[in-house]
Nanobody, 130 residues
Framework: QVQLVESGGGLVQPGGSLRLSCAAS????????IAWFRQAPGKEREGVSC????????YDEDSVKGRFTISRVNAKNTVYLQMNSLKPEDTAVYYC???????????????????????WGKGTVVTVSS
């Protein structure tokens, strides 16, 4: 079975930075699309960013463009999310997810979701507050 484990969350002041990691075990995910999601208190889960099997990243929400960067290191079977210039509204539980069959990032804008994600981590909490 595939397991995804997020790490790197914590408490940070507005304007600060964090780097989240998503480590996979069970099999290589070189050919899988992998995405980051977040869920703020009282709100629905939304997609943040995705990287496909060709290592091409996408940022489908204007609120994170220019501030967040997704990357992957296949040799480590790990995906990262570098978050800069953090704002209080970035406070959320952040999840990573991978598609077992999907190699591309398919974003459903009306639902703010990436389609076809089968494997999910437990999440890591990010709190942005002074």
């Amino acid at each position: 079975q595939v397991q995804l484990v997020e790490s790197g969350g914590g408490l940070v002041q507005p304007g600060g930075s964090l780097r989240l990691s998503c480590a996979a075990s069970g099999r290589t995910l070189d050919n899988s699309a992998i995405a980051w999601f977040r869920q703020a208190p009282g709100k629905e889960r939304e997609g943040v960013s995705c990287i496909n099997s060709r290592n091409s990243p996408t940022y489908d929400e204007d609120s994170v463009k220019g501030r967040f960067t997704i990357s992957r290191v296949n040799a480590k079977n790990t995906v990262y999310l570098q978050m800069n210039s953090l704002k209080p509204e970035d406070t959320a539980v952040y999840y990573c997810a991978a598609g077992s069959y999907a190699t591309h990032c398919l974003y459903v804008r009306s639902q703010k979701l990436y389609y076809g994600m089968d494997y999910w981590g437990k999440g890591t909490v990010v709190t942005v507050s002074s």
